[in-house]
């Protein structure tokens, strides 16, 4: 039961960086035994502040109470010392071992080779160097831990054979297995299938009710209406206040979160459409060894509306984006834009023509980390006369006042303005510069890969708004994202792709999400398939 | 967790988040402290004073006006292989085949030098030896850059490979088609309208390099080459996605690098040797990457550290004469200066944390 002891007290934490304040003078209480949210936008501070309580920074100023007593968690070993655990956003596995060896990682247990086993007791069970990494207890430790909480892991299972899903269970498992009593998830959703997030707030459910005090960070407010007892939230590195969960509604909590009322629903009018900007036939993609991930893929994009296209990871979306972009070559098929053949064309030719790219990796492909802002709104028209300078130079001060205007206009919030280091930015603001890049050269065809993923509900309204601005304003615009809600919401039509093939599209409100789902799951395909085979 | 299965590393390293700049200076002046205190050892142990070794080192280095001439010498060619590979590096193409590129110009400038001395005037003979030099080594830097382009090959081990090439090509052009007096394995002396002109008691060579300093700077911090190399170095991946051409970028910048070390090359054969041989690099390809390295790629930082090291080499070479200590010895002594000052940028980034003692876990997890 959720009692009034507070298991985490972290008093007047302050945490600065060059810049920029992360945390100022924040409190958080965590009461033992329950599920307790911290929400707030990207930057709002939140990582910071787990950071602290984990070790991997140090606040400038603040106390840090676990079970009422002061800590100094100095680093990561300390913290795992005190019982706490974290599941981390991008998992810290091993990606060739197996999920035991992996979880027993930097603590194995090791048996001398010299030493005799009595009675399961080990005699010297670290004499030396020459012990032996024994993983027979952890194993049936891995074992009955998953049992105990409904995990349903194979501890001998080799991490890249298992899904993501299980992957972060083992991460679960991880914090269990060094008996940790306090357990923070960071962003624990933002990798997962629906049917994933469903088990996942259960398997969270279940270590509550076997005693374990639970820190959710989030910005999905449907998890947070779903598990969690109370809620913290952070604002631009301040502490806004705590609620209990029951007590407020979804748009409350987003009101709290972002400092004004929020939509979720987005106001648009009718689409006013036009001709066909991007169309592609029969397109087969292989992937980099060679496996056919795109096939037979058919389908158009009208100047005036967002095509969306709905699927599971993995089913071919990815390497469709390349061969649009042109980072790939396809196989066969056709990609036209406005009319013109664009198959064998160059990255730059492409832009030039009007192909706007939000990519889906934003670290791996839309920016340069180590550039400022003004250096990476220009990354792709540098090279025009707009930014020359005599001799072959780049005119910095056109380049400032580029970014300027963006940071102004799409409300990129920066510790240094035009000068700041691209990799500095939170996911958000990161996004926003590319967002505001890709707007700003006005494409005629944008094509968007997960656009909010990630990022939380003040900036996804803002992208979203953006990009229906895009399409009233005339532009073609293909939306690729695996979240459902994103692509029901914002799409006027939805086609739907399961194994490299687009297979069905719909108006939008002509289908249910149900069906989509059913449909990206590739059911009804196979169906379809039984009945031919019948036929 | 129990205490039998931890196991704490005595020590271990961690990324530094952000560090006081007069800090990061503290700990550039402390390595060099180390470096020269670290440098006594080798002398201790052979039985010298280290103090009068250093001293002669200075000495030998800057004592007398030649000597500052001979250091400067020296400098010359490392400071200018350095601008070379700085844009490389930049980019993250590990160029270490500027000793063959070196050498490829210096082959191209003998060439005019030899067979057209009498032919042309002596300022239009240089001009056409710098001209081919930078060719030439331009193309000896391209060939590797343009497998890379095509078909990915590992650039570290290819240009590491064609500077092999390049000087057996020059002992075979020494005992070969060049040969001077027959069987002497030595291609003769250039001609006087081959030697560069000398300005302050040196060859002008250390004009083109200054040149070189402020070109490179505002070539790789103003240009837009500069910037296609900036984002290439920091992501491949977003260079290809914003429609640069990776591969045609990597072969220019590999053209200009090599081209630049041709001139090094005509530099080395026209103003000191006056002759070539198999040895005309003489490893300062490989030293120049310390250049580099040390100043962080910053052309004017480069000026320093080349004059540095030069004043090293010449004054381990006086060392070697007046205490009459091996060249090994002063050699390894240069090895440790360097390692120091090359590893104090480790601890710029990275810090050390050592195992806490057993205590205070046990204070902290109360």
């Known amino acids: 039961m959720v009692t009034d002891d507070y298991a985490i007290e972290m008093l007047g934490i302050t945490k600065t960086f060059p810049g920029i304040i992360a945390n100022d003078n924040i409190t958080l209480r965590v009461k033992t035994n329950e599920i307790h949210a911290l929400l707030g936008e990207n930057g709002a501070g939140k990582s910071t502040l787990m950071s602290v309580l984990f070790g991997a920074y140090?606040?400038?100023?603040?106390?840090?109470?676990?079970?009422?007593?002061?800590?100094?968690?100095?680093?990561?070993?300390?913290?795992?010392?005190?019982?706490?655990?974290?599941?981390?956003?991008?998992?810290?596995?091993?990606?060739?071992?197996?999920?035991?060896?992996?979880?027993?990682?930097?603590?194995?247990?090791?048996?001398?080779?010299?030493?005799?086993?009595?009675?399961?007791?080990?005699?010297?069970?670290?004499?030396?160097?020459?012990?032996?990494?024994?993983?027979?207890?952890?194993?049936?430790?891995?074992?009955?831990?998953?049992?105990?909480?409904?995990?349903?892991?194979?501890?001998?299972?080799?991490?890249?054979?298992?899904?993501?899903?299980?992957?972060?269970?083992?991460?679960?498992?991880?914090?269990?297995?060094?008996?940790?009593?306090?357990?923070?998830?960071?962003?624990?959703?933002?990798?997962l299938t629906p049917q994933e997030i469903d088990e996942l707030m259960q398997i969270i459910l279940r270590l509550k009710k076997e005693g374990k005090t639970i820190i959710l960070i989030t910005h999905k407010l449907k998890e947070i209406k779903k598990v969690a007892d109370r809620c913290s939230v952070l604002r631009r590195g301040k502490y806004i206040?705590?609620?209990?969960?029951?007590?407020?509604?979804?748009?409350?909590?987003?009101?709290?979160?972002?400092?004004?009322?929020?939509?979720?629903?987005?106001?648009?009018?009718?689409?006013?459409?036009?001709?066909?900007?991007?169309?592609?036939?029969?397109?087969?993609?292989?992937?980099?060894?060679?496996?056919?991930?795109?096939?037979?893929?058919s389908f158009y994009v009208q100047s005036g509306e967002i095509l969306g296209i709905a699927g599971i990871d993995g089913n071919g979306q990815s390497e469709l984006l390349q061969a649009l972009s042109g980072l790939t070559t396809p196989e066969s098929g056709e990609i036209l834009l406005d009319g013109k053949l664009i198959n064998k064309m160059s990255i730059r030719e492409r832009i030039e023509d009007g192909l706007g790219y939000i990519p889906e990796d934003r670290q791996k492909y839309g920016l340069v980390s180590g550039m400022t802002i003004a250096e990476n709104c220009v990354l792709k028209d540098f090279y025009g006369n707009k930014y020359s300078g005599k001799l072959g130079t780049l005119n910095f001060s056109h380049m400032k006042s580029n970014s300027d205007a963006l940071i102004e206009q799409f409300d990129i919030r920066s510790g240094q303005g035009s000068e700041t280091l691209a990799g500095s930015l939170s996911g958000g603001n990161q996004q926003k510069v590319i967002v505001a890049r890709e707007i700003s050269l006005s494409p005629a065809v944008l094509l968007v890969a997960q656009p909010t993923r990630g990022l939380d509900v003040g900036a996804i309204e803002y992208i979203r708004k953006r990009i229906v601005e895009e399409r009233d304003k005339g532009r073609a615009i293909l939306l690729i994202s695996f979240e459902l809600d994103e692509i029901m919401n914002l799409c006027d039509r939805i086609a739907t792709i399961s194994k490299g093939t687009i297979v069905g599209t719909f108006k939008a409100g002509e289908v249910s999400a149900n069906e989509i789902g059913l449909m990206m799951a590739g059911v009804k395909a196979r169906k379809e398939e039984a009945d031919e085979k019948k036929a | 967790m129990s205490s039998e299965t931890v196991n704490i590393p005595f020590v271990r390293l961690a990324k530094r988040e952000s560090m006081d700049p007069r800090k990061v200076w503290a700990i550039r002046i402390g390595s060099i402290v180390i470096a020269i205190l670290l440098g006594m050892l080798p002398m201790f142990i052979t039985g010298n004073n280290p103090f009068k070794a250093y001293q002669i080192i200075i000495s030998g280095a800057l004592g007398k006006p030649i000597y500052i001439k001979q250091t400067i010498k020296i400098a010359i060619p490392l400071l200018g292989c350095a601008l070379a590979i700085a844009p490389c590096f930049k980019m993250r193409f590990w160029n270490i085949g500027a000793e063959g590129q070196i050498t490829a110009g210096a082959i191209a400038a003998s060439y005019f030098a030899l067979n057209w001395y009498d032919k042309v005037p002596s300022f239009?003979?240089?001009?056409?030896?710098?001209?081919?030099?930078?060719?030439?080594?331009?193309?000896?830097?391209?060939?590797?850059?343009?497998?890379?382009?095509?078909?990915?090959?590992?650039?570290?081990?290819?240009?590491?490979?064609?500077?092999?090439?390049?000087?057996?090509?020059?002992?075979?052009?020494?005992?070969?088609?060049?040969?001077?007096?027959?069987?002497?394995?030595?291609?003769?002396?250039?001609?006087?309208?081959?030697?560069?002109?000398?300005?302050?008691?040196?060859?002008?060579?250390?004009?083109?390099?200054?040149?070189?300093?402020?070109?490179?700077?505002?070539?790789?911090?103003?240009?837009?080459?500069?910037?296609?190399?900036?984002?290439?170095?920091?992501s491949e991946n977003t260079a290809r996605y914003a429609g640069m051409n990776v591969g045609r970028i990597m072969m220019r910048t590999m053209f200009l690098s090599g081209g630049i070390c041709g001139i090094i090359g005509f530099i080395v054969v026209t103003g000191a040797n006056h002759t070539l041989y198999n040895g005309v690099a003489n490893g300062v390809g490989f030293t120049s990457i310390t250049v580099a390295w040390l100043s962080q790629?910053?052309?004017?930082?480069?000026?320093?550290?080349?004059?540095?090291?030069?004043?090293?080499?010449?004054?381990?070479?006086?060392?070697?004469?007046?205490?009459?200590?091996?060249?090994?010895?002063?050699?390894?002594?240069?090895?440790?200066?360097?390692?120091?000052?090359?590893?104090?940028?480790?601890?710029?980034?990275?810090?050390?944390?050592?195992?806490?003692?057993?205590?205070?876990?046990?204070?902290?997890?109360?």
Not at chain 1, 275 to 291: F, H, P, Q, T
């Open chain 1, 58 to 191: 140090s606040a400038d100023s603040g106390i840090i109470k676990i079970h009422g007593q002061a800590v100094q968690i100095k680093d990561p070993n300390v913290a795992t010392e005190l019982g706490i655990g974290m599941v981390h956003q991008h998992f810290k596995l091993v990606h060739n071992y197996t999920v035991t060896e992996n979880i027993v990682l930097g603590k194995e247990p090791r048996r001398s080779l010299f030493a005799r086993t009595v009675n399961d007791q080990k005699i010297n069970p670290k004499k030396g160097n020459f012990s032996i990494v024994s993983l027979g207890s952890a194993e049936k430790k891995v074992k009955s831990l998953s049992d105990r909480y409904g995990l349903s892991v194979d501890p001998k299972a080799k991490i890249e054979d298992i899904t993501v899903g299980m992957q972060q269970r083992v991460e679960i498992l991880k914090t269990l297995y060094s008996d940790s009593d306090i357990i923070i998830f960071d962003e624990p959703t933002a990798v």
């Open chain 1, 241 to 297: 206040g705590t609620v209990n969960v029951q007590d407020e509604s979804e748009e409350d909590l987003a009101t709290m979160m972002v400092g004004r009322p929020v939509s979720f629903e987005i106001e648009k009018q009718k689409a006013n459409l036009g001709r066909k900007m991007l169309e592609v036939n029969d397109l087969c993609v292989n992937d980099s060894l060679g496996a056919e991930k795109v096939k037979n893929c």
């Open chain 2, 124 to 234: 239009v003979l240089l001009a056409i030896m710098f001209i081919a030099a930078t060719i030439a080594g331009g193309i000896w830097g391209l060939i590797p850059a343009f497998f890379k382009a095509k078909w990915n090959t590992n650039e570290t081990l290819f240009t590491l490979m064609m500077n092999y090439i390049i000087i057996g090509i020059v002992s075979w052009l020494q005992g070969g088609p060049w040969e001077g007096r027959k069987g002497s394995q030595i291609i003769p002396m250039f001609n006087d309208s081959a030697r560069l002109p000398v300005v302050f008691g040196i060859h002008c060579g250390w004009i083109i390099v200054l040149v070189l300093v402020i070109l490179m700077h505002i070539y790789m911090n103003y240009t837009k080459h500069g910037y296609e190399i900036a984002v290439i170095g920091d």
């Open chain 2, 297 to 366: 790629l910053n052309a004017f930082a480069m000026i320093l550290i080349s004059i540095m090291l030069a004043i090293l080499t010449k004054g381990s070479n006086t060392l070697q004469t007046k205490l009459k200590v091996p060249a090994s010895i002063s050699d390894i002594v240069i090895g440790i200066l360097l390692f120091c000052m090359l590893s104090c940028e480790f601890f710029i980034n990275y810090k050390l944390i050592f195992r806490p003692r057993k205590t205070e876990i046990k204070e902290a997890s109360v």
